[in-house]
């Protein structure tokens, strides 16, 4: 069964710690992504990685940077996290030149207060 | 650049009861349209999906029909169940927009007995 797993369901951070929110995956994609999802907003994407040791900035990177070393984890950091960053963060996955379906993990869930 | 508009929710309809739920897009270049679903506590899944004008996707129930002259992707099912309560997402991808999935904000649908 594939899968793409985030290492934490509920995080609580206060205003200024660093953040890092893992993800891995098990189907050997290439592609991975970082979203974040809001009510009303519905699914922005954050940062986005082609390839090992690549990545590009999405819709909203500010705040926000990635790091994939191997090709089956991408991490996303908080630097220094704020209060609008509370948000659920969700992983996916993608074959490389396969447009459509991305595989989602199950979302991570970060409070900063 | 790419967008998705999707009707506002939440639609609360009774079992057995016909659903759609209305979606427009814009695009640049030859879009793939999609729609993915969440239910409760779980990240996004594909549903279906039409990769060209005039083509229907169709999983599980649920039909969309690709329309070029309307722009649309409307999501139907014949019968909803108690058990298709989630949060519906439409969705495209387009070589003009790098290839990227350009979500809508999400339609809640919520079946009572």
């Known amino acids: 069964d594939v899968k793409v797993t985030q290492s934490s369901r509920y995080l609580v951070k206060r205003t200024g710690e660093k953040v890092f929110l893992e993800c891995v995956q098990d189907?050997?994609?290439?592609?991975m992504f970082w979203y974040r999802q809001d009510p009303g907003l519905g699914l922005r994407l954050i940062y986005f990685?082609?390839?090992?040791?690549?990545?590009e900035k999405g819709d909203i990177p500010e705040g926000y940077s990635v790091s994939r070393e191997k090709k089956e984890r991408f991490s996303l950091i908080l630097e220094s996290a704020s209060t609008n960053q509370t948000s659920m963060y969700l992983c996916?996955?993608?074959?490389?030149?396969?447009?459509?379906?991305?595989?989602f993990g199950e979302g991570s869930r970060l409070t900063v207060l | 650049g790419n967008s998705v508009t999707q009707m506002e929710g939440p639609v609360t309809l009774s079992e057995e009861a016909f659903l759609t739920i209305n979606c427009t897009y814009t695009?640049?270049?030859?879009?793939?349209l999609f729609w993915y679903v969440q239910y409760p506590g779980e990240g996004l899944q594909l549903l279906l999906k039409a990769t060209k004008a005039d083509d229907k996707g169709s999983n599980k129930g649920f039909e969309a029909t690709y329309r070029k002259e309307t722009t649309s992707f409307h999501l139907e099912k014949g019968s909803v169940q108690v058990s298709d309560s989630a949060v519906y997402f439409c969705a495209l991808t387009s070589t003009g927009g790098g290839n990227k999935l350009t979500f809508g904000t999400g339609t809640q649908l919520k079946v009572e007995l």
């Open positions: 695009a640049t270049g030859y879009p793939s």
């Open positions: 996916a996955s993608r074959r490389q030149g396969e447009t459509g379906e991305l595989f």
């Open positions: 189907m050997d994609h290439e592609n």
């Open positions: 990685s082609y390839d090992v040791k690549m990545k």
